[in-house]
Protein backbone atom coordinates (compact mmCIF):
# COMPACT_ATOMS: atom_id res chain seq x y z
CA UNK A 1 0.00 0.00 0.00
CA UNK A 2 1.45 3.59 -0.69
CA UNK A 3 2.03 6.40 1.86
CA UNK A 4 3.01 9.44 2.32
CA UNK A 5 5.02 11.66 4.56
CA UNK A 6 4.94 15.72 4.78
CA UNK A 7 7.49 16.18 7.39
CA UNK A 8 6.33 19.51 8.27
CA UNK A 9 3.00 20.11 10.13
CA UNK A 10 3.83 24.11 10.25
CA UNK A 11 6.03 26.24 7.74
CA UNK A 12 6.31 29.91 8.24
CA UNK A 13 7.11 32.08 5.55
CA UNK A 14 7.28 35.81 5.29
CA UNK A 15 5.72 37.57 1.81
CA UNK A 16 7.45 37.60 -1.15
CA UNK A 17 9.82 35.13 0.10
CA UNK A 18 10.45 31.71 -1.58
CA UNK A 19 8.60 28.32 -0.43
CA UNK A 20 9.74 24.14 -0.40
CA UNK A 21 7.05 22.10 0.81
CA UNK A 22 8.39 18.23 1.54
CA UNK A 23 6.60 15.54 0.05
CA UNK A 24 7.97 11.67 0.18
CA UNK A 25 6.12 8.95 -0.83
CA UNK A 26 6.24 5.40 -0.84
CA UNK A 27 4.82 3.26 -3.55
CA UNK A 28 6.06 0.09 -4.95
CA UNK A 29 6.21 1.90 -8.71
CA UNK A 30 5.91 5.36 -9.90
CA UNK A 31 3.13 6.78 -8.80
CA UNK A 32 0.73 9.70 -9.65
CA UNK A 33 1.14 12.66 -7.45
CA UNK A 34 -0.75 15.93 -6.52
CA UNK A 35 -0.76 18.74 -4.85
CA UNK A 36 -3.90 20.21 -3.21
CA UNK A 37 -4.52 23.43 -1.20
CA UNK A 38 -7.41 23.85 1.07
CA UNK A 39 -8.39 27.21 2.51
CA UNK A 40 -10.03 27.41 5.69
CA UNK A 41 -13.50 26.37 5.11
CA UNK A 42 -13.07 25.31 1.93
CA UNK A 43 -12.38 21.88 -0.25
CA UNK A 44 -9.36 21.51 -1.87
CA UNK A 45 -8.18 22.66 -4.36
CA UNK A 46 -5.80 20.87 -7.48
CA UNK A 47 -2.52 23.16 -7.36
CA UNK A 48 -0.82 20.56 -9.83
CA UNK A 49 -0.11 16.99 -10.78
CA UNK A 50 2.42 14.51 -11.89
CA UNK A 51 1.31 11.26 -14.63
CA UNK A 52 4.62 10.82 -16.09
CA UNK A 53 6.94 12.62 -18.52
CA UNK A 54 8.80 15.97 -17.63
CA UNK A 55 9.47 15.36 -14.01
CA UNK A 56 9.01 19.19 -13.15
CA UNK A 57 5.25 20.51 -13.42
CA UNK A 58 4.07 23.68 -13.59
CA UNK A 59 0.62 24.00 -11.83
CA UNK A 60 -1.43 27.13 -11.14
CA UNK A 61 -0.94 30.33 -8.79
CA UNK A 62 2.62 29.93 -9.77
CA UNK A 63 3.11 26.59 -8.27
CA UNK A 64 5.76 24.14 -9.49
CA UNK A 65 6.95 20.62 -8.21
CA UNK A 66 9.43 18.62 -9.09
CA UNK A 67 9.81 14.42 -9.04
CA UNK A 68 12.72 12.78 -8.02
CA UNK A 69 12.38 9.50 -8.16
CA UNK A 70 15.72 8.49 -6.78
CA UNK A 71 14.42 10.30 -3.52
CA UNK A 72 10.68 9.44 -4.04
CA UNK A 73 10.21 13.18 -3.94
CA UNK A 74 7.53 15.12 -5.21
CA UNK A 75 8.38 18.79 -3.51
CA UNK A 76 6.14 21.93 -3.87
CA UNK A 77 8.05 25.60 -4.64
CA UNK A 78 6.89 28.40 -5.37
CA UNK A 79 9.82 31.59 -6.00
CA UNK A 80 7.63 34.09 -4.22
CA UNK A 81 4.72 33.87 -2.13
CA UNK A 82 2.16 36.12 -1.27
CA UNK A 83 -0.32 36.48 1.82
CA UNK A 84 -3.08 34.77 -0.28
CA UNK A 85 -0.76 31.73 -0.17
CA UNK A 86 -1.36 30.58 3.55
CA UNK A 87 -3.58 27.74 3.38
CA UNK A 88 -3.09 23.85 4.57
CA UNK A 89 -1.25 22.02 1.21
CA UNK A 90 -1.46 18.03 1.02
CA UNK A 91 0.67 15.84 -1.30
CA UNK A 92 -1.38 13.02 -2.51
CA UNK A 93 -0.56 9.98 -3.99
CA UNK A 94 -2.45 8.02 -6.46
CA UNK A 95 -2.18 4.33 -7.29
CA UNK A 96 -1.17 2.97 -11.08
CA UNK A 97 -2.71 0.35 -12.64
CA UNK A 98 -6.40 -1.06 -13.25
CA UNK A 99 -7.75 -3.06 -10.57
CA UNK A 100 -6.83 -1.39 -7.48
CA UNK A 101 -7.92 1.14 -5.21
CA UNK A 102 -7.89 4.31 -7.29
CA UNK A 103 -8.50 6.55 -4.15
CA UNK A 104 -5.92 8.66 -3.04
CA UNK A 105 -3.78 8.90 -0.43
CA UNK A 106 -2.94 11.53 1.71
CA UNK A 107 -0.33 13.04 3.78
CA UNK A 108 -1.20 14.82 6.90
CA UNK A 109 -0.74 17.83 5.56
CA UNK A 110 1.37 21.00 6.08
CA UNK A 111 0.11 24.49 7.06
CA UNK A 112 1.37 27.70 5.74
CA UNK A 113 1.50 30.78 7.91
CA UNK A 114 2.87 33.65 5.52
CA UNK A 115 4.18 36.76 7.86
CA UNK A 116 4.01 40.30 6.67
CA UNK B 1 -15.44 26.38 -7.95
CA UNK B 2 -14.81 22.37 -8.91
CA UNK B 3 -18.05 22.03 -10.27
CA UNK B 4 -18.76 19.05 -7.81
CA UNK B 5 -22.01 19.95 -5.63
CA UNK B 6 -22.65 18.76 -2.18
CA UNK B 7 -25.70 19.02 -0.07
CA UNK B 8 -25.87 19.86 2.92
CA UNK B 9 -22.95 21.87 4.21
CA UNK B 10 -23.69 21.32 7.40
CA UNK B 11 -25.32 18.41 9.48
CA UNK B 12 -25.84 18.21 13.08
CA UNK B 13 -27.45 14.77 14.82
CA UNK B 14 -27.19 12.64 17.82
CA UNK B 15 -25.91 9.93 18.52
CA UNK B 16 -27.01 6.29 17.05
CA UNK B 17 -28.73 8.65 14.36
CA UNK B 18 -28.54 7.98 10.65
CA UNK B 19 -27.87 10.85 7.83
CA UNK B 20 -27.35 11.07 4.14
CA UNK B 21 -25.14 13.26 2.80
CA UNK B 22 -25.08 13.76 -1.18
CA UNK B 23 -22.86 14.72 -4.19
CA UNK B 24 -23.59 15.58 -7.44
CA UNK B 25 -20.41 15.23 -9.83
CA UNK B 26 -18.96 17.25 -12.67
CA UNK B 27 -20.92 17.43 -15.86
CA UNK B 28 -19.80 14.21 -18.00
CA UNK B 29 -17.54 12.52 -14.79
CA UNK B 30 -18.32 9.06 -13.93
CA UNK B 31 -16.50 8.80 -11.34
CA UNK B 32 -17.35 9.67 -7.61
CA UNK B 33 -15.47 9.28 -4.80
CA UNK B 34 -15.39 9.77 -0.75
CA UNK B 35 -13.21 11.24 1.28
CA UNK B 36 -13.55 12.07 5.21
CA UNK B 37 -11.19 14.69 6.37
CA UNK B 38 -11.06 14.61 10.60
CA UNK B 39 -8.20 15.38 13.24
CA UNK B 40 -7.19 12.42 14.42
CA UNK B 41 -6.55 10.50 10.91
CA UNK B 42 -6.30 13.86 7.98
CA UNK B 43 -8.02 12.64 5.07
CA UNK B 44 -8.80 9.12 4.13
CA UNK B 45 -10.61 8.01 1.22
CA UNK B 46 -13.80 5.77 1.91
CA UNK B 47 -15.24 4.36 -1.52
CA UNK B 48 -15.56 4.71 -4.96
CA UNK B 49 -18.24 4.59 -7.50
CA UNK B 50 -18.10 4.41 -11.17
CA UNK B 51 -20.90 4.73 -13.74
CA UNK B 52 -23.15 3.33 -10.98
CA UNK B 53 -20.76 0.33 -9.89
CA UNK B 54 -18.39 0.25 -7.14
CA UNK B 55 -14.93 0.37 -7.58
CA UNK B 56 -12.76 0.30 -5.26
CA UNK B 57 -12.88 0.60 -1.11
CA UNK B 58 -11.30 2.07 0.96
CA UNK B 59 -11.09 2.63 4.99
CA UNK B 60 -15.25 2.86 5.06
CA UNK B 61 -16.90 1.35 8.44
CA UNK B 62 -19.63 -1.32 7.71
CA UNK B 63 -21.72 1.37 8.99
CA UNK B 64 -21.21 3.60 6.58
CA UNK B 65 -22.60 2.77 2.69
CA UNK B 66 -22.56 4.53 -0.65
CA UNK B 67 -24.22 3.99 -3.72
CA UNK B 68 -24.39 6.03 -7.38
CA UNK B 69 -27.45 6.75 -9.28
CA UNK B 70 -28.23 6.41 -13.16
CA UNK B 71 -27.73 10.48 -13.25
CA UNK B 72 -24.39 9.51 -11.65
CA UNK B 73 -25.12 12.22 -8.30
CA UNK B 74 -24.35 9.94 -5.16
CA UNK B 75 -25.05 9.41 -1.53
CA UNK B 76 -22.98 8.52 1.58
CA UNK B 77 -25.14 7.18 4.34
CA UNK B 78 -24.25 7.10 7.89
CA UNK B 79 -25.71 5.11 10.43
CA UNK B 80 -25.12 4.52 14.02
CA UNK B 81 -23.83 7.73 14.59
CA UNK B 82 -21.07 7.58 16.97
CA UNK B 83 -19.24 10.47 18.29
CA UNK B 84 -16.27 10.18 16.41
CA UNK B 85 -17.47 10.13 13.00
CA UNK B 86 -17.53 13.92 13.25
CA UNK B 87 -15.55 15.12 10.56
CA UNK B 88 -15.85 16.90 6.76
CA UNK B 89 -17.13 14.46 4.07
CA UNK B 90 -16.01 15.60 1.04
CA UNK B 91 -16.83 14.22 -2.64
CA UNK B 92 -14.73 14.53 -5.54
CA UNK B 93 -15.27 13.27 -9.17
CA UNK B 94 -13.39 12.49 -12.30
CA UNK B 95 -13.78 11.18 -15.84
CA UNK B 96 -12.63 7.84 -14.42
CA UNK B 97 -11.84 5.29 -17.18
CA UNK B 98 -11.13 1.88 -16.40
CA UNK B 99 -7.92 2.00 -17.88
CA UNK B 100 -6.49 5.38 -17.32
CA UNK B 101 -5.94 7.89 -14.17
CA UNK B 102 -7.53 11.96 -13.99
CA UNK B 103 -7.11 13.78 -11.46
CA UNK B 104 -9.82 14.06 -8.84
CA UNK B 105 -12.04 17.74 -8.40
CA UNK B 106 -13.30 18.37 -4.79
CA UNK B 107 -16.91 19.58 -3.06
CA UNK B 108 -16.91 21.90 -0.79
CA UNK B 109 -17.72 19.32 1.48
CA UNK B 110 -20.46 18.27 4.46
CA UNK B 111 -19.36 19.14 7.52
CA UNK B 112 -20.93 16.33 10.26
CA UNK B 113 -20.99 17.25 13.73
CA UNK B 114 -22.73 14.26 15.74
CA UNK B 115 -23.45 14.94 19.62
Known amino acids: AQSVTQPDIHITVSEGASLELRCNYS??????LFWYVQSPGQGLQLLLK??????LVQGIKGFEAEFKRSQSSFNLRKPSVHWSDAAEYFC??????????????FGKGTHLIIQP | DSGVTQTPKHLITATGQRVTLRCSPR?????VYWYQQSLDQGLQFLIQ???????AKGNILERFSAQQFPDLHSELNLSSLELGDSALYFC??????????????FGPGTRLTVL
Open chain 2, 92 to 105: ASSRGGRRSYNEQF
Open chain 2, 49 to 55: YYNGEER
Open chain 1, 50 to 55: YFSGDT
Open chain 1, 27 to 32: YGATPY
Open chain 2, 27 to 31: SGDLS
Open chain 1, 92 to 105: AVGARGGGGADGLT
